[in-house]
């Protein structure tokens, strides 16, 4: 009886210790699922720091510039005031494609109209191309203009006594800039130039371009 009433107090004082390190046990899970939930957090946290940071830097889709180098006359040629009809005059233009982009900008096929006195009087199409990233494209551009369209514009007579025409020319580019197959653009860039061409010196004078974004 002795042994037994010895016995008996331990059971207890085991169960107690058994409770504790349970206690324990469940505490410490605890505290590591939030610590994991808190590594989780930062990480997401920094991820989405570095994801905008990268789309507003890196990421961002700047807008492609074109821009019209130099442009010449060719065959312009005049019999007793009149334009010779039998040959096409042609103008010659030198344009680039800037792309500022991380990724290369491909367009596909464009057109130039060159008007005078508001009327075309010319129209050429550029072939599909790309500009490489951060790279500017050169183009010579190349447009025939009828001798017949350009007499009859109503003040063809004045210009040509005056010794200048006023003609202006509307360019458009359509394309895309596409980054790691996530960042898509679609961006039409518009030319409009207005210049000054003088027939005693054969050259274009005080050149004027606005260009226009669509996207």
Not at 15 to 26: I, N, P
Not at 49 to 77: A, G, M, W
Not at 128 to 139: E, F, I, M, N
């Amino acid at each position: 009886m002795a042994e037994q009433q010895h016995v008996k107090p331990l059971a207890p004082a085991a169960f107690r210790d058994e409770e504790e390190a349970l206690s324990t046990q469940l505490n410490l899970r605890k505290r590591r699922y939030v610590q994991c939930c808190g590594c989780i957090s930062a990480l997401s946290l920094i991820l989405a720091v570095v994801v905008l940071v990268l789309f507003f830097t890196l990421f961002r889709i700047h807008d492609p510039k074109i821009k019209i180098n130099s442009v010449t006359i060719q065959r312009l040629e005049l019999i007793n005031g009149s334009l010779r009809n039998d040959v096409n005059v042609t103008l010659l233009a030198d344009v680039s494609v800037t792309n500022p982009n991380v990724a290369t900008f491909k367009f596909s096929n464009s057109t130039t109209l060159i008007y005078y006195g508001g009327r075309v009087i010319g129209e050429a199409i550029h072939l599909q191309g790309q500009a490489k990233a951060r790279r500017t494209l050169l183009r010579n551009v190349t447009v025939e203009l009828d001798p017949e369209k350009i007499e009859a514009v109503p003040s063809f007579r004045s210009d040509l006594n005056s010794g200048a025409f006023s003609i202006s020319s509307y360019s458009t580019i359509s394309g895309r800039v596409k980054i790691l197959k996530i960042v898509k653009k679609r961006v039409v860039v518009r030319l409009n130039c207005t210049t000054t061409y003088r027939i005693s010196g054969r050259q274009f004078v005080g050149e004027s371009c606005r260009p226009e974004l669509d996207f």
